[in-house]
């Protein structure tokens, strides 16, 4: 059966609301969260048969120049693995954390440093030097173009940095500034103003003024409580109020000017301030692009999310730990305190997203359960060293994924970091004979 809402139309079939279904207003359509009486994820292309259980979603996030170097490490495995100071913000999560170690990128040690180390990181592709741009299709894109097409976005590309069009050493930085390539000579479309990325989840055109996404969609859910259990009803409730957060949070992050990250002539814009803007405070910023993320896979607006959380070779600074005399690539050359005070912020944020993703319940499973996180740098310290790089993984990528695990890789011939993202895509419904310089996946992830 089906009914035609005056704003849109949900699409209901025996087995309750379509795999698309989404609530629709004036230039807005919102893909629905989980639920366990519409089983909205899984059905055929033709929506004949539903799943059983939500699906799998991939999250890479990415901080540059490594961590210190003294406090990178994991030992023991489950409950009783114990962390270095740079990891223990994910403590909580050691029996859901995969901590991989000696994995390396071999074309990243074939260049200079940072360009070279980070334009390749997700592919293990060549890279051109002289300011010409070439690497290769990123882990994150032949995931979206593969399976893409079974949400709204086939991905969502994230920074808390602006990208850097200069040359470092013979190589574009360009490089640097991006993680996600659609193809070899194009860095996705990288998304740093948190409005503009709310709008890709929600709105299907730009330009409608202040209009509330909820307003936009309102009738449109009133009539899908008809359709939904008492439990679900709850659950809606809930996730709509998060959206409406978000956006609140949003609207005001955007009020504060463009000033992060650089020093301006001026104390005070001559100008009047945009509505829409690029937060002042860093750690705002931050969290808005994690909450988007977690908001992207609880609504399955897309499966897949990039979120560079500062450029490799960056110049964020960091007020708010009380660090604001150094940007962060020259202090990830000092192994301070104030270095580690910046590494642990980084994995403060990664900490944030799982445990917002535990939070919300999914089956028998939370959105964690059924996602894989990855957290990598482009060295293992700020001193350029890319022999080895920093891993560390979270979630249960669906049940495929046994957490509390600490593999280390150091001594053996086949330690490809594209091996492990060919597991990434296996876990991920993507089967590839060969990725970069890797020809079989990690066996033990």
């Not at 000696?102 to 030097?129: D, M, V, Y």
């Amino acid at each position: 059966m089906s009914h035609e809402p005056k704003q849109g139309r949900t699409i209901l079939t025996s087995h309750g609301l379509s795999r698309r279904a989404m609530l629709r207003g004036l230039g807005v359509s919102m893909a629905l969260p989980w639920m366990e009486s519409t089983r909205v994820w899984g059905d055929d292309e033709k929506g004949r048969e539903p799943a059983s259980g939500a699906p799998t979603r991939m999250a890479i996030l990415f901080s540059g120049c490594g961590y210190h170097k003294n406090e990178w490490w994991a030992k023991g495995e489950g409950r009783q693995m114990e962390l270095g100071k740079v990891l223990t913000p994910l403590a909580d999560f050691r029996e859901r954390m995969t901590f991989v170690r000696g994995l390396f990128n071999a074309e990243a040690l074939k260049g200079n440093i940072h360009s070279s180390q980070t334009g390749n990181l997700l592919s293990g592709a060549p890279l051109a030097s002289g300011g010409t741009i070439r690497s290769g299709t990123s882990l994150d894109q032949v995931v979206a173009q593969r399976i893409g097409h079974q949400t709204k976005l086939p991905s969502l590309v994230l920074g808390c940095e602006k990208v850097n069009p200069s040359v470092h050493k013979n190589y574009s930085m360009l490089y640097s500034s991006n993680i996600s390539w659609s193809s070899p000579t194009t860095p996705t479309p990288l998304e740093v103003y948190p409005a503009l990325a709310f709008d890709q989840l929600f709105k299907d055109k730009a330009g409608h003024g202040d209009q509330s996404v909820l307003d936009a969609v309102l009738a449109d859910a009133q009539q899908l409580r008809g359709n939904i259990s008492k439990t679900d009803q709850q659950k809606l409730d809930e996730y709509l109020n998060s959206v409406r957060e978000v956006e609140q949070r949003i609207e005001r992050a955007g009020k504060r000017g463009e000033i992060q990250g650089w020093r301006p002539t001026r104390t005070e814009p001559d100008m009047p301030r945009p509505k829409d803007g690029y937060p002042q405070d860093i750690v705002e910023h931050m969290k808005l692009m994690c909450d988007i993320l977690v908001l992207a896979f609880q609504t399955d607006t897309t499966r897949v999310c990039t979120l560079k959380l500062n450029n490799d070779h960056g110049t964020l600074r960091f007020p708010h730990l009380g660090v604001d005399y150094m940007i962060h690539h020259l202090l990830s050359h000092t192994d301070s305190d104030d270095w580690l005070k910046v590494n642990r912020f980084f994995l403060e944020q990664v900490a944030y997203i799982a445990r917002r993703m535990d939070a919300i319940q999914e089956g028998e499973r939370t959105l964690l359960d059924n996602s894989m996180l990855m957290l990598c740098s482009s060295m293992l310290h700020g001193n350029h060293d890319a022999t080895q790089l920093p891993v560390v993984m979270l979630g249960g990528a669906g049940g495929q994924i046994r957490g509390g695990q600490n593999i280390n890789y150091l001594g053996k011939g086949d330690r490809q970091m594209c091996r492990l993202y060919l597991s990434m895509m296996n876990k991920m419904g993507v089967e590839l004979d060969r990725f970069g310089d890797a020809t079989q996946p990690l066996t033990e992830l």
